[in-house]
């Protein structure tokens, strides 16, 4: 069975500063592998995905993530975050390629960015 | 037009009486989900239609019904609400070829059971 763990249910950064969230998965095969966003009184969007190849892969608004095989790992970076960044972020996993169409979603993770 | 409509956004029911939740789409996505979600906790998948086929997850089988009239309709249907069933619902949807699985999702419709 799949799972997604984040790690971290809040985290606060200073304006400007850099950003990682953390994304450990649990699957036997290759996995789809998303990060959404939830800003405040809004629906999940989707920041960025991956599929194959280029293991780093660009996302809106600055956003990028790394997918490592050998760690199980999806984690996602901004170089520097702005106040509007502050919302809920969810890793999540599909098995898609496998004709299996469930999405599992980590717990999010909320970010808190302070001038 | 990339958007998901949820009705109600807000939902108060009384224990014990019937809850009708509904989601549209306009992409004419042959997958249609229904999460929940709680505070603090990952939303949880309920059941998903592709196409006129629903799939029920084991543990909420028996707790949550779904239609399908048509492919840019669904709803989910609680018979006799619980306290328990306090949450946000999450719609979804999603195509099988072009855009490789991405979900789309309304706003939600959050549930308060009194």
């Known amino acids: 069975a799949q799972s997604v763990t984040q790690p971290d249910a809040r985290v606060t950064v200073s304006e400007g500063a850099s950003l990682q969230l953390r994304c450990k998965y649990s699957?036997?095969?290759?996995?789809?592998l998303f990060w959404y966003v939830q800003y405040p009184r809004q629906g999940l969007q989707l920041l960025l995905k991956y599929y194959s190849g280029d293991p780093v892969v660009q996302g809106v608004n600055g956003f990028e993530a790394e997918f490592s095989k050998s760690n199980s790992s999806f984690h996602l970076r901004k170089a520097s975050v702005h106040w509007s960044d502050s919302a809920v972020y969810f890793c999540a996993l599909s098995a898609a390629n496998t004709g299996n169409y469930k999405y599992v979603f980590g717990a999010g993770t909320r970010l808190k960015v302070i001038a | 037009d990339t958007t998901v409509k949820q009705n109600p956004r807000y939902k108060l029911a009384r224990v014990g009486k019937p809850v009708n939740l509904i989601c549209s789409q306009t992409m004419n996505h042959d997958t249609m989900y229904w999460y929940q979600k709680k505070p603090n906790q990952a939303p949880k998948l309920l059941l998903f239609?592709?196409?006129?086929?629903?799939?029920r997850e084991a543990d909420t089988f028996e707790k949550f019904q779904s239609s399908r009239p048509n492919n840019s309709f669904c709803s989910l249907y609680i018979g006799s609400a619980g306290l328990e069933y306090s949450a946000m619902y999450l719609c979804?949807?999603?195509?099988?070829?072009?855009?490789?699985?991405?979900?789309?999702f309304g706003e939600g419709s959050k549930l308060t059971v009194l």
């Open positions: 979804a949807s999603s195509s099988g070829t072009g855009d490789t699985g991405q979900l789309y």
């Open positions: 699957y036997s095969g290759t996995p789809y």
């Open positions: 239609y592709y196409d006129k086929i629903l799939n």
